[in-house]
């Protein structure tokens, strides 16, 4: 390789690290810290603002989402961002989304409910606690919010799937609606039987899965929205499910599904 295509090169994959290490975010989106008691540690949260936010008085719906590192910045995700002020923007969309930052080696105990025999986990109840009792009440006295459970959505993927689900079960008074991209229902039985356990579910659900994920996926799915089949009548339409085909266990996967869930879910 001769010395000018060397510098050519270098050049260019110079400029190509530059470019992917700025900002992708929206002027719509936003940053701040709050503290988390019940985690025990502060939290760094993304908000995003509908276009027209600034120049109106009006309320609207707020959806919570994990994983806010993925949400709408290729420079802070792991694999690729959801292009979630994009998408909105380009449905123009009425929602407020809050984007709460995983805890990093913190994740896996913050998003699981239950305990795993493997992998540990299971504080998820601090967690959502934090959100309902710290986080909520703090954007609905920042933001001019909808404050009621058919104006309160929660999404996530992968345990950030699982967490929304339990979410939904847990809190049905506040989360009326969810995104529940490839849920990690494999993590614990658990979540089975607490569904199962559970005399209503009443929340608006959309199910989204890709068919070349994980072997049980597909499978854990369907019999999930079979056990929500018996605590309510499939002619509600308060469940949607989406199995993609070829799809697989990443953002690509999501962010995909992401404006065809939000449709749906009214918005």
Not at 135 to 145: G, S, V
Request: with cysteine.
């Amino acid at each position: 390789m001769n010395k000018r295509l060397f510098l050519l090169l270098v050049l260019f994959f110079t400029l190509t690290n530059t470019i992917a290490q700025e900002s992708t975010a929206s002027k719509q989106v936003s940053t701040f810290s709050i503290e988390a008691p019940q985690l025990k540690t502060s939290k760094k949260i993304w908000v995003y603002l509908p276009k027209n936010y600034e120049n109106s008085k009006k309320k609207y719906s707020v959806m919570y989402m994990h994983d806010a590192q993925n949400l709408f910045d290729s420079k802070t995700s792991y694999a690729g961002e959801w292009h979630v002020d994009e998408k909105l923007d380009s449905i123009n969309a009425q929602i407020i989304v809050i984007g709460i930052e995983h805890g990093n080696d913190k994740r896996m105990e913050e998003l699981t409910p239950f305990k795993n025999e493997k992998y540990g986990g299971g504080n998820a109840d601090a967690y959502l606690e934090f959100i309902v009792k710290t986080l909520k009440p703090h954007i609905d006295r920042t933001y001019r919010t909808k404050t009621k459970k058919k104006n309160t959505l929660i999404m996530g993927s992968s345990l950030g799937g699982l967490v929304s689900y339990y979410a939904v079960l847990k809190y049905p008074e506040v989360f009326g609606k969810a995104g529940i991209f490839s849920p990690s229902f494999w993590f614990s039985n658990k979540i089975f039987d607490l569904a199962e356990n559970t005399k209503s579910i009443k929340s608006k659900i959309y199910f989204l899965c890709g068919d070349n994920e994980s072997e049980d996926m597909v499978s854990d799915l369907n019999k999930m929205e079979n056990l929500i089949n018996t605590k309510r009548c499939k002619c509600l339409n308060l469940t949607e499910k989406e199995i993609i085909k070829g799809g697989q266990h990443n953002e690509k996967l999501w962010s995909d599904g992401f404006t065809k869930a939000i449709l749906w879910l009214g918005y």
